[in-house]
């Protein structure tokens, strides 16, 4: 399970070179990675380039199923309310989160997508609060200041 | 305003002939519309492939730039959390509905992505209760039954 996130920090890392607020993500099922991706916003100059988003579309197109039913998500950041909502509708079973996002997290720290009963869906958050992850997040946002 | 919703519902009756929950996503600058999509989660198997996430996209290339500030978005139903994130995200100022989506709506009709001040952004929405849009998802999901 930490091996998971340590490959999540490693995407994580590959985009803080490319200049992105550092954030990856790992897709696992059957205990094995079939999906990694680091955040690539800047670079591509489109929102929906979170670490999240592009992992999913990676893990569908080698499932060749939108659904990633059995599948769990690690990821350094909480995920936003898009990531969120991508993570819910794609039917992934379980989220690793490596730390909170306190001003768009949307895992239970603003609001809480992944589990609301009225949403008709429910994933299982498992927070892992890596000291890695906010290390990492800190330096970067000091850096911009 | 009423011919860019009426463009909205011409791309959504596209992805009707698709085999796709017909909904239709039109972005709009300037009084010009610069993209237009419609839902294509079967057909490419992702579900990050809704209509207005694919309109962001391909305006944000357009445009050379994630910020679509001074955009408004036409859209025939209601954004889910996924679609209502990157709305916020991508800085789109208004957002103009056809009807609403009871079962997975985020923006007034389950949660409100896209008015929460917790969010610290605001997506100015106004709703068009367009029969057109409405009767379209009625007949399709009748038909699916």
Redesign the interface.
């Known amino acids: 399970m930490k091996d998971f996130m340590l490959e999540a920090i490693r995407q994580a890392k590959k985009g803080l070179k490319l200049g992105e607020v550092p954030v990856g993500a790992v897709i696992v099922k059957d205990n094995e990675i079939i999906s990694s991706c680091h955040n690539l916003?800047?670079t591509v100059?489109?929102?929906?380039a979170h670490a999240e988003?592009l992992a999913?579309?990676n893990a569908?197109?080698i499932l060749?199923?939108?659904r990633l039913t059995g599948c769990s998500m690690y990821v350094t950041l909480e995920p936003?309310?898009?990531?969120?909502?991508?993570i819910?509708?794609?039917r992934i079973n379980k989220l690793y989160i490596g730390t909170f996002d306190p001003?768009?997290g949307?895992c239970g720290s603003?609001?809480n997508?992944l589990q609301?009963r009225?949403?008709?869906r429910w994933v299982d958050i498992q927070w892992m609060y890596n000291e890695q992850c906010s290390e990492m997040l800190e330096k970067f946002f000091k850096s911009r200041r």
Chains 1, 2 share one sequence.
């Open positions: 916003k800047e100059g489109i929102v929906t988003m999913i579309q569908s197109e060749s199923n939108w936003c309310p898009m990531c969120a909502g991508a819910l509708q794609c001003t768009m949307a603003v609001v997508i609301n009225r949403l008709n």
